[in-house]
């Protein structure tokens, strides 16, 4: 997994019998008196399980609802992997990628 963005940590969770991976941004971009950086354009890689492929990419920046966003995909070093750009995230979001 790559980032562009030095203040937000991704980590990955994958469920196999859902055919799911959940990418999970926590925005580290916060004052000590509490104020919240706006953080947008993020680019982000994830590299897919052997032999799957993104069927569908959606992305809550507020954990309410969940929205379509536009995926790319490669092959890098014989891997599948998706880049996505969060447009802006809050605090802690969530990128819920459905695999096939």
Same mark, same amino acid.
């Given at each position: !997994?790559? #980032?562009?963005?030095?203040?937000?940590?991704?980590?990955?969770?994958?469920?196999?019998?859902?055919?799911? !991976?959940?990418?999970?941004?926590?925005?580290?971009?916060?004052s *000590?008196? &509490?104020?919240?950086?706006?953080? #947008?354009?993020?680019? $982000?890689?994830?590299?897919?399980?052997? &032999?799957? @492929?993104?069927?569908?990419? @959606?992305?809550? %920046?507020?954990? @309410?609802?969940?929205?379509? $966003?536009?995926?790319?995909?490669?092959? *890098?070093? %014989? @891997?599948? $992997?998706?880049t996505?750009?969060?447009?802006?995230?809050? *605090?802690?979001?969530?990128?819920? *990628?459905?695999?096939?």
């Open positions: !997994m790559r #980032s562009d963005h030095p203040f937000v940590e991704f980590s990955t969770m994958y469920n196999a019998v859902q055919q799911e !991976m959940l990418l999970h941004a926590v925005d580290y971009d916060v *000590i008196d &509490g104020e919240v950086g706006e953080t #947008s354009g993020v680019r $982000v890689q994830v590299a897919l399980p052997p &032999g799957k @492929r993104a069927a569908d990419v @959606r992305y809550s %920046g507020d954990l @309410r609802s969940f929205r379509n $966003v536009p995926a790319e995909t490669a092959s *890098i070093d %014989g @891997r599948t $992997v998706v996505v750009e969060l447009d802006s995230l809050g *605090i802690y979001s969530l990128v819920r *990628i459905q695999l096939e």
